[in-house]
Every structure is written in C-alpha cells, then in structure tokens.
T-cell receptor, first 109, second 114 residues
Framework: DAKTTQPPSMDCAEGRAANLPCNHS???????VYWYRQIHSQGPQYIIH???NNETNEMASLIITEDRKSSTLILPHATLRDTAVYYC??????????FGGGTRLMVKP | KAGVTQTPRYLIKTRGQQVTLSCSPI?????VSWYQQTPGQGLQFLFE???????NKGNFPGRFSGRQFSNSRSEMNVSTLELGDSALYLC?????????????FGSGTRLTVV
C-alpha cells in the first residue's frame, strides 16, 4: 500500500464544507485511494474510493489530482456527527490495509 | 442485515494469561481480517482468513494466532499476554478478499491486560 500523509487535525464549522487533504505521492498506477472514518469507540467505516476520476456518493466527494499524488475528501455540509478520525489509504485490492495516523476532524457548532 | 459481531466487547486479563476473541462476519461474507488498534501504533493489520485459510499475516509475534471455521466465523488467540497487548481488536469482513472496497468493520473488543 502507498504511504499517505494527512494533517493530524482539522476544525470545521457545522454546516460548512470540510475539505480533508491527503498526500500519496508514492501511489502506484493500480492502487485506489480509499477513505475511511472512525467515530469514537467504533470500527472504521468506509466512505468512498477512487482511482483517477473524481467520485461522489451520498456521504462525500473525492477529488483526485491529475497526477494522482494527492486527493481531497469533501464533506459538503459537515454535521456534529461527522466528528471523527478520517483515514486516507492507498490500496491495490489486497486485504492488508495500511492505516496511517489519519486526520482528527472536529466539527464545531 | 446484521453487521459484523465481535464478542466480547470488553475484556480484562492478567499478564501471562491467554485470551480468545470471536468475530462473526456478515452473512455470506467469507473473508475476515483482524486489526489491532493502540494509541501509540494506530491500526495495524494482524491477519486475514478466507475459506478457513490464512492468506496474509502482519508483523506480530507468534503469540498472536487465529483461525476461521467453515461457517466463516473467526477467532483470534493471544497467548502469554503482555501489558502492551492492551488494545482495541477489530475484525473486518468482506465477501471476497477484495481489499478496502468491501470491508465492513465490527465495533471491536477492547482488551485490557493488567
């Protein structure tokens, strides 16, 4: 799995968009970028993934740069329940995921 | 449908003892992976089972072992417990070993070694 780098923490105002960056400059051509989040005392939860194109689902949007060296997870209207640790992972379909330190997102009222 | 079930949720053991943790995957899921989460090391891969066979193993000592039964339920065992084994142990299941795209995690078993 590619090594990823994320800021350790971020704040966001409730109702505003949360933009979480991830650097994955060593990602290989067949590795997808995955985002998971972990709410306190729960297991990680899958959010979204992508290879080259931008992706959107009911939870979030994923913007991947053209060179694939970085990506941004966007939560369009953050709520207090989005407070969690967000993990960016590069993975090529193996089940041995490498989680980094993640970004602790605090959504504030 | 029922999610991934891990039992017990909490466990306190004494140094030197052994412990067995259980994971019941989502119905129909045949792949089960285990992770250890500690404040210092974060989430680390332990091992992965598919069709009762261990497919991958992380960088953990031999005191950590696991198995998977024919109904896909999995257990992991830690022998000769050390204080550093205190952690949240998470199990994830998927239909096939397809990697991160199909993982569903349980809520974990929090093990405290005293």
């Amino acid at each position: 799995d590619a090594k990823t780098t994320q800021p350790p923490s971020m704040d966001c105002a409730e109702g505003r968009a949360a933009n979480l960056p991830c650097n994955h400059s060593t990602i290989s051509g067949n590795e997808y970028v995955y985002w998971y989040r972990q709410i306190h005392s729960q297991g990680p939860q899958y959010i979204i993934h992508g290879l080259k194109n931008n992706e959107t689902n009911e939870m979030a949007s994923l913007i991947i740069t053209e060179d694939r060296k970085s990506s941004t997870l966007i939560l369009p209207h953050a709520t207090l329940r989005d407070t969690a640790v967000y993990y960016c992972i590069g993975n090529n379909a193996g089940n041995m995921l490498t989680f980094g330190g993640g970004t602790r997102l605090m959504v504030k009222p | 449908k029922a999610g991934v079930t891990q039992t017990p949720r909490y466990l306190i053991k004494t140094r030197g003892q052994q412990v067995t943790l259980s994971c019941s995957p989502i119905s129909g899921h045949r792949s089960v992976s285990w992770y250890q989460q500690t404040p210092g090391q974060g989430l680390q891969f332990l091992f992965e089972y598919f069709s009762e066979t261990q497919r991958n193993k992380g960088n953990f000592p031999g005191r950590f072992s696991g198995r998977q039964f024919s109904n896909s339920r999995s257990e992991m065992n830690v022998s000769t417990l050390e204080l550093g084994d205190s952690a949240l142990y998470l199990c994830a299941s998927s239909l096939e070993p397809q990697g991160a795209r199909s993982y569903t995690f349980g809520s974990g078993t929090r093990l405290t070694v005293v």
